[in-house]
């Protein structure tokens, strides 16, 4: 089986769409539509036509070009079940644990509810690859906007738990913001140190900080770190549950 093929594009001020390309089936998935024209052009450009859009979440920045995306190319759109707000164009509807196939593989389906209550990532186990939508971000997490902190945490562990070598595809780039506040809140984490000097140099020569690995978010990522003692130390909260560190930590950075 060969290995699917990438392409990241950006949309909005700070969105981040994927293409995925299988040279074998010749079928191709997109991650999310949010702007229709930014797809479409993705997909001219690497000459690929889209035959599968998966979609995170109910947000516009993630759906609102779903309908011409559709109707240009007849993709197949798998998403989330109706939770608080239904996506109108969804096929397939997916929940947590289920598995679909593109492409000749399997594509598990995760449940991460937090930021909206019909939160799903997509996880491709044979290419190592996960789509977290808007639950994780590099050194971040989504906000809390349909969820509470125990739900995020109980998410974000989820993603915890797949292989530490996979490549974590997050839908924004708000990883400079997100590299500063955890430096505000773990400045004694080395690998923190030196993942904020690559995040500098990156964006100031314009590049992408996504994707990411699994083992870098973990060894920098404060939201995936609620257990570790030194940041809870600089938290005050060294005996503290994990949820409560949690809550702080999501509190802190909506203050930032
Ligand atoms: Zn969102």
Not at 40 to 60: D, F, K, P, V, Y
């Amino acid at each position: 089986m060969a290995t699917l093929q990438r392409f990241q594009f950006s949309y909005g001020s700070d969105n981040y769409g994927v293409l995925l390309h299988d040279t074998d089936t010749g079928q191709t998935a997109c991650i999310d539509a949010g702007d229709a024209d930014a797809v479409m052009n993705a997909l001219e450009q690497q000459g690929w036509s889209l035959s599968h859009l998966l979609i995170t979440h109910h947000h516009g920045d993630h759906t609102a070009g779903l309908g011409a995306v559709k109707s240009a190319t007849g993709c197949q759109v798998i998403g989330p079940h109706p939770v608080s707000q239904p996506i109108i164009g969804i096929d397939q509807h997916v929940g947590d644990g289920d598995t679909f196939q593109f492409a000749g593989r399997a594509v598990n389906v995760l449940h991460t509810p937090g930021h909206t209550a019909d939160m799903i990532n997509f996880y491709f186990p044979e290419d190592k690859l996960v789509f977290t939508g808007d639950t994780l971000f590099s050194m971040g997490c989504g906000r809390l906007f349909e969820g509470n902190a125990a739900m995020m945490l109980n998410s974000v562990n989820k993603l915890k738990a797949l292989p530490h070598d996979t490549l974590v595809y997050c839908a924004h780039e708000y990883t400079a913001t997100n590299a500063r506040f955890a430096m505000a809140v773990d400045p004694d984490n080395v690998a923190l140190q030196q993942r904020s000097v690559e995040v500098t140099r990156l964006r100031a020569a314009g590049e992408a900080t996504v994707p990411t690995l699994l083992q870098l978010e973990l060894q920098t990522n404060p939201f995936l770190r609620t257990d570790n003692p030194q940041l809870r130390q600089s938290l005050g909260m060294d005996t503290a549950d994990d949820v409560s560190v949690f809550a702080e930590l999501r509190e802190r950075r909506n203050q930032y």
